[in-house]
């Protein structure tokens, strides 16, 4: 799945990204409840994790205004807080599951799976397609005419950002915070490189450019190839 990690303990961030990412879904990660608002109402995400104490805007806020705005995906929230009340107010509230810290990875796992199977999210696409160029999100592979593309991790997270925001211009830095995660000590000569390296692997010499550079702003996956 494609989920969006909001947690402010960037110890316990990076380990569920880690972990996350060992049982095949990708990943994106903030640290406050803004940024997390931001990143959804922009990406089309199939679960949001959310702490419940965060920064800026709270995990519970943050649930709030996502229901309210229709949003359809998937919510589990994260939190200290164990008792009834708390657990009563974050159902209410919109999320669909629930897990107190600490926890084992093997429950948030578990619980992950069961929404998955529960999870009825008609505007996902599991197999987004440009062209001749086909993304599976579940198995993780990509594909031209059937004949599959090896890419590396990045590249691949690189082009399921693109290919899930087809038309969108992607800021750079959000890239940036998507690709390497907040903290890392990377530039945009990172991101060039990778999108260089991607180019040719996902693009023909006699095709048509699919990624789009928008100078000083960011990147683009032109529409004209999604069906």
């Known amino acids: 799945m494609y989920i969006l990690l909001a947690e402010d303990d960037k110890k316990l961030g990076r380990l569920i990204v ?21 990143y959804i109402f922009s990406t089309l995400y199939d679960l949001v994790l ?5 920064p800026e805007v709270s995990g ?3 649930c709030k205004q996502l229901r309210n705005n229709h949003f359809q995906g998937l919510i589990l929230m994260l939190t200290a807080k164990d008792d009834v009340l708390n ?6 509230a ?3 599951d629930y897990i107190v810290k600490p926890f084992q990875f093997e429950e948030l796992f578990a619980r992950v799976r069961a929404l998955e199977r529960r999870g009825n ?16 999100r579940v198995n993780h592979k990509v594909c031209r005419k059937e004949q599959e593309i090896q890419l ?8 399921n950002i693109l290919m899930s925001n087809p038309e969108q211009i992607l800021p750079r830095d959000v890239l940036l915070d998507k690709i390497w995660g907040i903290e890392a000590d990377v530039s945009d000569n990172n991101l060039d490189a990778l999108v260089r390296l991607l180019r040719k692997k996902v693009e023909t010499p006699e095709g048509e450019r699919l990624i789009h550079n928008i100078r000083g702003v960011g990147y683009r996956l032109v529409k004209h190839h999604v069906f």
């Open 87 to 92: 657990r009563v107010e974050g159902l209410d």
């Open 152 to 159: 590396s991790p990045k590249e691949y997270q690189l082009l």
């Open 121 to 136: 999210i008609p505007f996902i696409n599991n197999v987004l397609k440009v062209g001749e160029l086909t993304l599976d």
């Open 60 to 62: 519970i806020d943050v």
């Open 18 to 38: 880690h972990m996350l990412g060992k049982e095949k879904h990708t990943v994106d990660w903030v640290t406050d409840g803004a940024s997390a608002l931001d």
């Open 94 to 96: 919109g999320a669909d």
């Open 50 to 54: 959310l702490d419940w104490m965060m």
